[in-house]
């Protein structure tokens, strides 16, 4: 865990690999900042075409947003 300071406001940040997902040393799949609010930042995918590969990203997504107490109702589009 790390802290940013924004608007003089300390905020930790974590890197989060949820169990089930690729885990790898070179990123994470997702990035939490705990305060004041608790916006997720989920890393992307590679862009292949739809079908399995999509279905795949959606469990992902919410595997992703279930480790910390979300589901895909709670995304903001």
């Known amino acids: 865990m790390t802290g940013?300071?924004?608007?003089?406001?300390?905020?930790?940040?974590r890197h989060i690999d949820p169990d089930g997902l690729h885990c790898s040393p070179t990123f994470s799949q997702a990035v939490v900042v705990e305060q004041p609010a608790k916006p997720i930042y989920?890393?992307?995918h590679d862009g292949k075409p739809i079908g399995p590969h999509?279905?795949?990203a959606f469990r992902d997504?919410?595997?992703?947003?279930e480790s910390e107490g979300?589901?895909?109702a709670n995304i903001v589009h």
């Open 4 to 13: 940013v300071s924004i608007a003089g406001n300390i905020m930790s940040v």
């Open 42 to 44: 989920i890393g992307g």
């Open 54 to 56: 999509s279905r795949r």
């Open 61 to 65: 997504l919410a595997t992703i947003l």
């Open 70 to 72: 979300a589901t895909l």
